[in-house]
Every structure is written in C-alpha cells, then in structure tokens.
C-alpha cells in the first residue's frame, strides 16, 4: 500500500468550503451529511474529510486494494 503524507489523507479546509459551499463548520457537516459523504470533527467542530473517500465517489480512481487469494474457487 502506498504510504500518503498524513497532510495529504484529508480535505483542505478550502477544500471542504469549496466542495460545500458553505464558510462555517456546523454548515459544511450538515452538507457533507446531505452529500452522503462520511466525515468526523476535530476539536474545533472543523470537519475532517477522507480525501480518498471523496476522490472515489467523485468518479477519481480508486487507490488500489491489496491483492487477496480467492478462496471461495477452492473446492474442499
């Protein structure tokens, strides 16, 4: 798995204004909710955003999943 610079794993807060449209926190949580998109927040009630989370339902590439054997093919 690639390793992602933890300044990288989330939205930017200009980010999150501008895919919400909304300036103050509660605002931008409420919007992220009606957009489906999953989120937490800090401290602050900043609201912190996967960036791969919002990458793969925006239609951006999936990072890729680490290969796993397809057991169920084995007949016992």
């Given amino acids: 798995m690639e390793f992602v610079p933890e300044d990288e ?7 999150i204004r501008q895919l919400t449209g909304r300036k103050r926190f509660a605002a931008q949580c409420r919007a992220l909710g009606r957009m489906g ?3 937490d927040r800090d401290p602050d009630g900043r609201p912190l955003v996967l960036r791969e989370v919002v990458m793969e339902r925006l239609g951006g590439e ?4 680490e290969w796993e ?3 169920s093919v084995i007949r016992g």
Avoid: I, Y
């Fill in 9 to 15: 794993m989330l939205l930017t807060d200009r980010e």
């Fill in 37 to 39: 998109l999953p989120h």
């Fill in 62 to 65: 999936k990072p890729p999943q």
């Fill in 69 to 71: 054997p397809d057991f």
